[in-house]
């Protein structure tokens, strides 16, 4: 066993568990990971002069969206791209990721195109403004647009007061998108005030969208010699015979997607949390303090995405602290309860909460599951901890590894030979040690305790052990 290893005895015992518990954790977020990445590859593209640029708007609409949108435009406006399709599928998003992404389309000096594909595909709530925003506008067959009433953060409705509020406001928001595209306002305006929707077919009559195409390639067949409008002017774009390429998430997007998921920061959260009351329940282990740190910063990077709450990151915080508290102060578990049951209030308040205003995204808040098993977990780690502290507490001599200075002067018994380093037991614990002023002392002799380095105790043979005492006179 390494220096200073074995030192906790049974007291160190359930910091292992953890430490399992806490590596089986990041196998299977490793495991998320890998699903995910392979489920949604990268494969992003610069274009050149006279390209067509298509890029994928599928999902939901979060900041890392709108960045990704930003940075679509900026290439394209770089390279000198004739004209960028955004191909959108999406069940709504955030109003302030949405605004940014109108913005960016609004402002942009290359024509853009939505387009609503593949069959199938939606462009409700959120995705409603932004196909409207850009110059054209275009649907596949048996997709739909609209249904863009203003909910709370949860899927829940809003307060009475704040519910008009914001609902008048993203009336006025979709009125002015369409008055600048020229489309039918009154009908947009009802998308919101009575979450209307409209079929592809129905959204043409309707003078919502422009065209209807089947795929791709029939939408780049119809625009060729059409003028689009862009941010100063109209802009005629040719596309017989153009290159098609794609843009989708670059590797730092495609970290900060799977990052901003609610499940994904709270269980780094804990995780890290965790780890770092290992370490500083056992310093000098340094890997738990490593992994601790990382996994905290890649959730804070996640939560920085998500409109979350300072009371939810609060009572994950005080969660630690009582958690820690329950190794320094052994008693009941009462303080590691209270820590468990904090944790599991801040997984709930921790984004989604209080009503705040989206267009219509899924349920944006961490899953109930998650949060009795990751409390269910920190609950059982609580409970076996103060068990085996109140155990240890009820052994003869025991003294805290926290008070080693006491432990000087003390006799101990020599578990595995000194030569001149090897262990010995004292109050029921394991200690590493090392032999002051001597060659070698067998296993069961009795040594005293003079000085304590580090985690190693430095000691000499005991004066009530004779050094030339056989081993068949200290059987007998």
Request: hydrophobic share 50%; charged share 15%.
């Amino acid at each position: 066993m390494s220096p200073g290893g074995a030192h906790r005895g049974r007291i160190r015992r359930p910091a292992v568990i953890a430490a399992a518990m806490m590596a089986i954790g990041l196998a299977l977020t490793g495991l998320l990971a890998g699903q995910w990445a392979g489920q949604r590859p990268a494969h992003a593209q610069s274009g050149s002069p006279g390209d067509i640029v298509v890029a994928e708007i599928d999902g939901a609409i979060g900041s890392v969206m709108a960045r990704f949108v930003d940075r679509v435009l900026g290439d394209a406006r770089d390279d000198g791209v004739q004209l960028v399709i955004f191909r959108i599928d999406t069940p709504g998003g955030l109003l302030d990721s949405t605004r940014d992404i109108v913005k960016d389309i609004l402002a942009s000096e290359v024509p853009v195109v939505s387009y609503v594909a593949p069959p199938g595909a939606q462009s409700a709530s959120a995705g409603t403004f932004i196909s409207i925003s850009a110059g054209l506008a275009a649907m596949a067959p048996a997709t739909n647009i609209g249904a863009a009433s203003v909910v709370g953060g949860g899927g829940e409705d809003l307060p009475e007061t704040l519910e008009r509020k914001v609902t008048n406001d993203a009336a006025a928001f979709i009125r002015s998108i369409a008055e600048q595209r020229g489309r039918n306002a009154d009908a947009l305006e009802k998308t919101v005030r009575e979450a209307a929707a409209y079929t592809a077919e129905e959204a043409l009559e309707s003078d919502i969208i422009d065209l209807i195409a089947s795929d791709v390639e029939d939408l780049i067949s119809q625009l060729d010699g059409m003028a689009i409008p862009a941010a100063s002017e109209d802009v005629i774009v040719h596309t017989d015979g153009a290159r098609v390429r794609e843009s989708g998430f670059n590797v730092v997007e495609n970290v900060l997607a799977f990052l901003s998921t609610p499940d994904i920061v709270f269980l780094f959260f804990s995780l890290g949390g965790l780890a770092l009351i290992i370490e500083l329940w056992s310093p000098g282990l340094v890997g738990p303090g490593i992994v601790g740190v990382i996994l905290l910063l890649l959730s804070f990077a996640g939560l920085g995405q998500l409109p979350f709450n300072w009371a939810g990151v609060a009572l994950i915080v005080f969660a630690f602290i009582l958690i820690f508290a329950e190794t320094q102060i052994p008693g009941f578990g009462i303080w590691g309860i209270a820590g468990t049951a904090s944790l599991i209030l801040g997984g709930l308040f921790l984004v989604g909460f209080f009503g705040t205003p989206d267009l219509g995204a899924p349920n944006n808040e961490v899953s109930k599951w998650l949060l009795i098993s990751v409390g269910a977990v920190f609950g059982l780690i609580v409970l076996w901890f103060s068990r085996e502290l109140r155990a240890s507490a009820r052994v003869a001599g025991y003294v805290s590894p926290l008070s080693t200075g006491v432990l000087v002067g003390q006799d101990a018994t020599v578990s595995v030979p000194l030569d001149p380093e090897g262990e010995v037991t004292l109050a029921g614990e394991s200690w590493t040690a090392r032999l002051l002023g001597g060659d070698t002392i067998p296993e069961g002799d009795t040594v005293i305790v003079r000085n304590v380095d580090g985690l190693t105790l430095e000691v000499e043979l005991s004066s009530a052990q004779s050094p030339d005492q056989t081993e068949e006179e200290k059987q007998t």
